[in-house]
Protein backbone atom coordinates (compact mmCIF):
# COMPACT_ATOMS: atom_id res chain seq x y z
CA UNK A 1 0.00 0.00 0.00
CA UNK A 2 1.15 3.07 -0.73
CA UNK A 3 0.71 6.38 1.59
CA UNK A 4 1.01 9.93 0.78
CA UNK A 5 3.98 10.97 1.60
CA UNK A 6 1.78 14.36 2.29
CA UNK A 7 -0.30 13.04 4.36
CA UNK A 8 1.50 10.90 6.32
CA UNK A 9 2.47 13.15 10.15
CA UNK A 10 3.88 11.68 12.71
CA UNK A 11 1.75 10.03 15.68
CA UNK A 12 0.39 12.31 17.82
CA UNK A 13 3.02 15.03 16.37
CA UNK A 14 0.53 16.85 14.22
CA UNK A 15 -1.39 19.97 15.06
CA UNK A 16 -3.35 19.58 12.16
CA UNK A 17 -6.96 19.57 13.48
CA UNK A 18 -8.41 17.16 11.00
CA UNK A 19 -12.12 16.95 12.60
CA UNK A 20 -13.95 19.06 14.60
CA UNK A 21 -16.83 18.49 16.65
CA UNK A 22 -18.62 21.84 18.13
CA UNK A 23 -21.84 21.62 20.34
CA UNK A 24 -23.53 18.43 18.46
CA UNK A 25 -26.89 17.97 19.55
CA UNK A 26 -28.74 14.20 18.18
CA UNK A 27 -32.25 14.24 18.83
CA UNK A 28 -34.30 10.68 18.01
CA UNK A 29 -37.98 12.08 18.96
CA UNK A 30 -37.85 12.25 22.71
CA UNK A 31 -34.37 10.80 23.22
CA UNK A 32 -31.30 13.21 23.33
CA UNK A 33 -28.50 11.06 22.38
CA UNK A 34 -25.75 13.41 22.24
CA UNK A 35 -25.97 16.88 23.77
CA UNK A 36 -22.97 19.34 23.90
CA UNK A 37 -20.55 17.08 22.35
CA UNK A 38 -17.11 18.88 21.42
CA UNK A 39 -14.07 17.67 20.60
CA UNK A 40 -11.28 17.71 18.32
CA UNK A 41 -9.43 15.28 16.12
CA UNK A 42 -6.10 16.05 14.80
CA UNK A 43 -4.56 14.45 11.90
CA UNK A 44 -2.16 11.58 12.93
CA UNK A 45 -3.90 10.38 16.15
CA UNK A 46 -5.60 7.23 17.81
CA UNK A 47 -8.48 9.25 19.13
CA UNK A 48 -11.22 7.12 21.22
CA UNK A 49 -14.62 7.35 22.18
CA UNK A 50 -15.55 5.37 25.22
CA UNK A 51 -18.97 5.64 27.35
CA UNK A 52 -21.14 2.92 28.86
CA UNK A 53 -24.02 1.21 26.60
CA UNK A 54 -26.42 3.45 24.95
CA UNK A 55 -24.02 6.48 25.84
CA UNK A 56 -24.34 7.52 22.24
CA UNK A 57 -21.33 6.65 20.94
CA UNK A 58 -22.23 5.08 17.71
CA UNK A 59 -24.46 7.87 17.17
CA UNK A 60 -21.49 10.37 17.21
CA UNK A 61 -19.70 8.30 14.55
CA UNK A 62 -22.54 8.50 12.79
CA UNK A 63 -22.89 12.31 12.70
CA UNK A 64 -19.05 12.21 11.79
CA UNK A 65 -19.83 10.04 8.36
CA UNK A 66 -23.01 11.60 7.65
CA UNK A 67 -25.22 8.92 8.15
CA UNK A 68 -27.06 11.09 11.02
CA UNK A 69 -27.02 14.64 10.44
CA UNK A 70 -26.92 16.64 14.47
CA UNK A 71 -29.77 18.43 14.95
CA UNK A 72 -27.82 21.82 15.91
CA UNK A 73 -24.32 21.99 16.45
CA UNK A 74 -21.25 22.04 13.88
CA UNK A 75 -19.06 19.05 12.26
CA UNK A 76 -16.05 20.47 10.57
CA UNK A 77 -13.62 18.29 8.58
CA UNK A 78 -10.72 19.35 7.14
CA UNK A 79 -11.67 22.90 7.63
CA UNK A 80 -14.36 23.05 6.08
CA UNK A 81 -18.03 23.18 8.43
CA UNK A 82 -20.88 21.15 7.24
CA UNK A 83 -24.31 20.07 8.78
CA UNK A 84 -25.79 17.85 6.49
CA UNK A 85 -24.07 15.64 3.99
CA UNK A 86 -24.34 12.15 2.44
CA UNK A 87 -22.41 9.44 3.65
CA UNK A 88 -20.89 8.90 -0.25
CA UNK A 89 -20.14 12.12 -0.22
CA UNK A 90 -17.97 12.20 3.63
CA UNK A 91 -16.52 8.48 2.01
CA UNK A 92 -15.42 10.75 -1.09
CA UNK A 93 -14.06 12.74 0.92
CA UNK A 94 -11.40 10.38 2.34
CA UNK A 95 -13.85 9.13 5.91
CA UNK A 96 -14.11 5.28 5.74
CA UNK A 97 -15.62 3.17 8.74
CA UNK A 98 -16.55 -0.02 10.13
CA UNK A 99 -19.82 -1.12 11.71
CA UNK A 100 -20.22 -2.25 14.96
CA UNK A 101 -22.46 -5.28 13.47
CA UNK A 102 -20.16 -6.35 11.18
CA UNK A 103 -21.59 -5.20 7.07
CA UNK A 104 -19.98 -7.88 5.01
CA UNK A 105 -20.95 -9.47 1.58
CA UNK A 106 -21.27 -13.16 3.23
CA UNK A 107 -21.30 -14.62 0.55
CA UNK A 108 -18.47 -13.02 -1.42
CA UNK A 109 -14.83 -13.92 -0.89
CA UNK A 110 -12.35 -11.80 1.38
CA UNK A 111 -10.98 -10.20 -1.86
CA UNK A 112 -14.05 -9.19 -3.29
CA UNK A 113 -15.38 -7.75 -0.49
CA UNK A 114 -12.10 -6.01 0.17
CA UNK A 115 -12.41 -5.06 -3.75
CA UNK A 116 -15.96 -3.20 -3.09
CA UNK A 117 -14.00 -0.80 -0.71
CA UNK A 118 -12.45 0.31 -3.98
CA UNK A 119 -15.88 1.42 -5.39
CA UNK A 120 -15.31 5.45 -5.02
CA UNK A 121 -12.00 5.17 -7.00
CA UNK A 122 -13.43 3.45 -10.07
CA UNK A 123 -13.36 5.95 -12.52
CA UNK A 124 -14.20 3.95 -15.66
CA UNK A 125 -17.36 4.42 -17.07
CA UNK A 126 -20.70 2.35 -17.11
CA UNK A 127 -19.85 0.92 -20.60
CA UNK A 128 -16.49 0.91 -20.33
CA UNK A 129 -17.12 -1.90 -17.66
CA UNK A 130 -19.74 -3.33 -18.91
CA UNK A 131 -17.56 -4.72 -21.98
CA UNK A 132 -14.44 -4.20 -19.35
CA UNK A 133 -12.00 -3.06 -22.01
CA UNK A 134 -9.57 -0.47 -21.77
CA UNK A 135 -9.49 1.81 -18.90
CA UNK A 136 -12.10 -0.76 -17.28
CA UNK A 137 -9.55 -3.88 -17.74
CA UNK A 138 -7.06 -1.41 -16.53
CA UNK A 139 -8.70 -0.21 -13.71
CA UNK A 140 -10.23 -3.87 -12.42
CA UNK A 141 -6.28 -4.79 -12.61
CA UNK A 142 -4.51 -1.60 -10.40
CA UNK A 143 -7.73 -2.28 -7.59
CA UNK A 144 -6.83 -5.94 -7.69
CA UNK A 145 -3.32 -5.54 -6.93
CA UNK A 146 -4.12 -2.72 -4.17
CA UNK A 147 -6.38 -5.47 -2.27
CA UNK A 148 -3.98 -7.94 -2.88
CA UNK A 149 -1.53 -6.04 -0.69
CA UNK A 150 -3.73 -4.89 1.82
CA UNK A 151 -4.22 -8.64 2.40
CA UNK A 152 -0.50 -9.22 2.44
CA UNK A 153 -0.97 -6.58 5.43
CA UNK A 154 -3.55 -7.76 7.24
CA UNK A 155 -2.24 -11.65 6.87
CA UNK A 156 -5.15 -12.71 5.05
CA UNK A 157 -3.73 -14.61 2.24
CA UNK A 158 -5.17 -17.76 3.44
CA UNK A 159 -8.95 -17.21 3.10
CA UNK A 160 -8.55 -14.42 0.06
CA UNK A 161 -10.38 -17.01 -1.59
CA UNK A 162 -13.05 -18.13 0.97
CA UNK A 163 -16.89 -17.01 1.13
CA UNK A 164 -16.61 -14.37 4.29
CA UNK A 165 -19.85 -16.05 5.97
CA UNK A 166 -17.65 -19.25 6.54
CA UNK A 167 -14.75 -17.36 8.42
CA UNK A 168 -14.52 -17.20 12.00
CA UNK A 169 -15.60 -13.93 13.89
CA UNK A 170 -12.24 -12.13 14.35
CA UNK A 171 -11.25 -12.66 10.55
CA UNK A 172 -14.48 -11.22 9.42
CA UNK A 173 -13.74 -8.57 11.59
CA UNK A 174 -10.57 -8.28 10.21
CA UNK A 175 -11.45 -8.85 6.65
CA UNK A 176 -14.22 -5.35 7.30
CA UNK A 177 -10.94 -3.09 8.27
CA UNK A 178 -9.56 -4.54 4.84
CA UNK A 179 -12.51 -3.01 3.31
CA UNK A 180 -12.56 0.40 4.87
CA UNK A 181 -8.66 0.20 4.12
CA UNK A 182 -8.88 -0.17 0.53
CA UNK A 183 -10.71 3.62 -0.25
CA UNK A 184 -7.16 4.77 1.30
CA UNK A 185 -8.91 6.83 3.94
CA UNK A 186 -7.67 9.94 5.68
CA UNK A 187 -10.01 9.23 8.41
CA UNK A 188 -10.69 5.48 9.58
CA UNK A 189 -13.38 5.10 12.22
CA UNK A 190 -13.67 1.58 13.87
CA UNK A 191 -17.19 0.95 15.54
CA UNK A 192 -15.77 -1.31 18.54
CA UNK A 193 -13.39 -3.47 16.15
CA UNK A 194 -12.91 -6.12 18.59
CA UNK A 195 -16.47 -6.62 20.06
CA UNK A 196 -17.06 -10.52 20.38
CA UNK A 197 -13.38 -11.22 19.61
CA UNK A 198 -11.33 -13.66 22.43
CA UNK A 199 -7.48 -12.08 23.33
CA UNK A 200 -5.43 -13.47 20.47
CA UNK A 201 -8.21 -12.18 17.93
CA UNK A 202 -7.80 -8.67 19.66
CA UNK A 203 -4.31 -8.46 20.75
CA UNK A 204 -4.16 -9.23 16.53
CA UNK A 205 -6.37 -6.20 16.03
CA UNK A 206 -4.58 -3.75 18.24
CA UNK A 207 -1.38 -4.72 16.53
CA UNK A 208 -3.23 -4.01 12.91
CA UNK A 209 -4.70 -0.98 13.99
CA UNK A 210 -1.15 0.51 15.47
CA UNK A 211 0.06 -0.86 12.17
CA UNK A 212 -2.39 0.95 9.87
CA UNK A 213 -1.73 4.05 12.05
CA UNK A 214 2.25 3.80 12.21
CA UNK A 215 2.74 2.75 8.50
CA UNK A 216 0.18 4.70 7.02
CA UNK A 217 -0.18 8.01 9.35
CA UNK A 218 -3.70 7.28 9.13
CA UNK A 219 -5.80 9.19 11.44
CA UNK A 220 -8.35 7.19 13.46
CA UNK A 221 -10.67 7.70 15.26
CA UNK A 222 -12.10 4.04 17.57
CA UNK A 223 -14.87 3.45 19.64
CA UNK A 224 -14.15 0.45 21.83
CA UNK A 225 -15.41 -1.36 25.86
CA UNK A 226 -12.05 -2.77 26.15
CA UNK A 227 -10.37 -0.69 28.89
CA UNK A 228 -6.79 -2.36 27.94
CA UNK A 229 -7.10 -1.52 24.21
CA UNK A 230 -8.52 1.52 25.00
CA UNK A 231 -5.47 2.98 26.92
CA UNK A 232 -2.87 0.93 25.58
CA UNK A 233 -3.64 2.56 21.66
CA UNK A 234 -5.26 5.74 22.44
CA UNK A 235 -3.24 9.15 22.13
CA UNK A 236 -7.05 11.08 23.48
CA UNK A 237 -9.95 9.78 24.40
CA UNK A 238 -13.61 11.40 24.97
CA UNK A 239 -16.11 9.50 27.45
CA UNK A 240 -19.76 10.38 26.71
CA UNK A 241 -22.60 9.07 29.60
CA UNK A 242 -26.39 9.73 28.65
CA UNK A 243 -25.09 11.64 25.46
CA UNK A 244 -23.13 14.12 26.82
CA UNK A 245 -19.40 14.25 27.77
CA UNK A 246 -18.50 13.82 30.78
CA UNK A 247 -14.36 13.82 30.45
CA UNK A 248 -11.76 13.91 28.00
CA UNK A 249 -7.82 14.23 27.54
CA UNK A 250 -4.81 11.63 27.89
CA UNK A 251 -5.49 7.93 28.51
CA UNK A 252 -4.17 8.89 31.65
CA UNK A 253 -6.45 12.11 32.45
CA UNK A 254 -9.10 9.69 31.87
CA UNK A 255 -8.52 6.92 34.04
CA UNK A 256 -7.55 9.27 36.95
CA UNK A 257 -10.67 11.55 36.20
CA UNK A 258 -13.16 10.99 39.02
CA UNK A 259 -16.05 11.74 37.28
CA UNK A 260 -15.43 8.66 34.31
CA UNK A 261 -14.43 6.80 37.16
CA UNK A 262 -17.77 7.05 38.77
CA UNK A 263 -19.59 6.78 35.39
CA UNK A 264 -17.56 4.38 33.62
CA UNK A 265 -14.29 2.53 34.55
CA UNK A 266 -15.24 1.46 38.16
CA UNK A 267 -18.27 -0.65 37.05
CA UNK A 268 -17.53 -3.86 34.66
CA UNK A 269 -19.28 -3.32 31.28
CA UNK A 270 -21.84 -5.61 29.75
CA UNK A 271 -20.26 -7.87 27.35
CA UNK A 272 -16.71 -7.04 29.16
CA UNK A 273 -14.69 -10.25 29.60
N1 LIG B 1 -31.86 5.46 14.83
C1 LIG B 1 -32.22 5.66 16.10
N2 LIG B 1 -33.51 5.93 16.45
C2 LIG B 1 -33.85 6.15 17.72
N3 LIG B 1 -32.98 6.13 18.76
C3 LIG B 1 -31.69 5.86 18.47
C4 LIG B 1 -31.24 5.62 17.14
N4 LIG B 1 -29.90 5.38 17.17
C5 LIG B 1 -29.54 5.47 18.46
N5 LIG B 1 -30.61 5.77 19.24
C6 LIG B 1 -30.60 5.96 20.70
O1 LIG B 1 -29.56 6.86 20.99
C7 LIG B 1 -28.91 6.47 22.21
C8 LIG B 1 -27.44 6.23 21.95
O2 LIG B 1 -27.28 5.08 21.15
P1 LIG B 1 -25.89 4.64 20.53
O3 LIG B 1 -26.14 3.45 19.66
O4 LIG B 1 -25.24 5.80 19.90
O5 LIG B 1 -25.08 4.22 21.84
P2 LIG B 1 -23.67 3.51 21.99
O6 LIG B 1 -22.88 4.33 22.94
O7 LIG B 1 -23.07 3.23 20.66
O8 LIG B 1 -24.06 2.15 22.74
P3 LIG B 1 -23.45 0.66 22.62
O9 LIG B 1 -22.22 0.63 23.49
O10 LIG B 1 -24.51 -0.21 23.18
O11 LIG B 1 -23.16 0.38 21.18
C9 LIG B 1 -29.64 5.23 22.72
O12 LIG B 1 -30.60 5.65 23.65
C10 LIG B 1 -30.28 4.68 21.46
O13 LIG B 1 -31.45 3.96 21.77
MG1 LIG C 1 -22.57 1.53 19.64
Not at 44 to 60: D, H, Q, V
Not at 218 to 239: A, F, K, N, P, R
Not at 246 to 272: C, F, H, R, W
Request: charged share 25%; proline share 3%; with cysteine.
Amino acid sequence: MAANAADVTSRARSSEVLLKVEDVELRFGGVRALRGVSFEVRRGEIFSIIGPNGAGKSSMLNCINGFYHPTSGTITYKGQPRKAMRPYVTASQGVARTFQNIALFKGMSTLDNIMTGRHLKTKATLLENAFWFGRAKREEMEHRKFCEEIIDFLNLQHVRKTAVGTLPYGLQKRVELGRALAAEPELLLLDEPMAGMNLEEKQDMARFILDVNDEFGMTICLIEHDMGVVMDLSDSIVVLDHGEMIGQGTPEEVSNDPKVIEAYLGVQEEGEA
